[in-house]
DNA sequence: GAGTTTGAAACT
DNA sequence: CAGTTTCAAACTC
């Protein structure tokens, strides 16, 4: 498509009126969904720059990301979206997902931006880049006349990109949904949007919104395509209710607020449709849960004082040992602890995934040679020179080695000398590091770059 | 794939 | 609040 880019401009979800432009289709933001959430902001210049180093890693996990995008407080603006009548909106391919490696994203228009609290718009931007491959930029609107603005940083990439799948916007029924889903991006929640279609062309329902917004694509771009590379655990896994309509928290899309998309559910109410019903269903929920949408089982080990990212609750199994899926604690992969109500508890912070077992450490190490890490004292919240024991979780160590791995098969493509190699993987190492550290300590990263 | 087990959520 | 029922997922065969 020639022309403007298209563009996604949210507005607060209250103001829902029609566009008095009869060009534009309105759109308003889902009622519960917030703006995208924001681990750490980093003010960077102008986003023409091909330099910017937006590959970072965010610590918070998935679910815990996603939930508080869901249930963060609404003291950030919020808008509705316009699309444009020339925008073509495809059709959604619920299990389609990109994965950005490293280049892509240094090279891309790639970025998401925060809403600063005093920002009042912020527009969702497919700008055509450099190299014929499209990305989603969103960016505060006021960018264009500012030389700065801030950017959500981003889980590290992984490896690959297929260029037919990267179309970043698309609709299924009444959402657009933003769809990067390498375990890099877990945007689909946080930017969730419910169109509401213009009243005057207004069906009652919303069927197969078949535009999108045009992706241009690479035939150069070689990279081998494969949608199923990402780690189960982020892959979102359809629920299969056949009696609660999706509106109970036995609903897995449903708890985590989530519309229910290609799952194999009977008489579904979770979805766009039901907005209503769907709404009046979560505040029945949230009455009576409170804590419902909430992460539960997150958790900072070894810190005493109460924070949000606590386990809000501890299971209660019986004969699992707490070592099934069954054991809420074990799913999530956090030991069990005093809040649980569990027999024959075999969940505890010895027997975690070894992966994890850095993270639940209670001060002893396990071997006796001890590393700078080691030797960080492990009680009490973040100071400057400590970090939370759960920085190292199974996401960041993924993500910490996704990292690794994209820059070894970059040497690889570059064919840089082994030397060289390893020298650049050491130093992406010591970048991850310095980033996860910096995250942890609830500080942005430094954008000053290692190299 | 069907049936059973399990534990969370919902209900009383 | 405690006991029971319902539910969907995990598990087993």
Redesign the pocket.
Known sequence: MSGNPPSIVLLPSSSSAASPNPSIQNITTHPIVRPPIIVHQQTIQSPSSSSIPFKSVIVKPYRDSIQQALTTSTNVDVKPVILHSSDIIESHQPNKRIALDSTDLNNSNLTFSAIPKSETLTTLQQIPSSNTVSFATMVPQSSSNSPSYSTLRLVTPSTFINPNEISTIQTSGQQILLQQRGNLVITQPLVTLQVQQDPNSAQKENNSNSAHFPTEQSNTNARISNTDYLPVQYQR?P??????M?L?????CF?NGLNCQNCACLNCHNDARHEEERNKAITT?LE??PN?FKS?MYKFANTTVSQPDRPL?G??????SCH?????CYESRVPCTSLCKCIGCKNTEQSVHPLNVGFYRSGQPKTTTQTPLDQIPRTGPPTETTIPNNVFNMEVSEALATCLLVTGQQCEINQTSDLDSQHAILKEFQRCMHQIVQSALGRPPSSSSFG
Do not use: F, M, Q, V
């Open positions: 896994k629920c299969n209710c056949t009696k609660s999706c109970k928290l036995y609903c897995d708890a929920t009576r849960n419902a539960k609750k299971c209660n199994c019986k004969k699992s099934k899926r069954y054991c809420e």
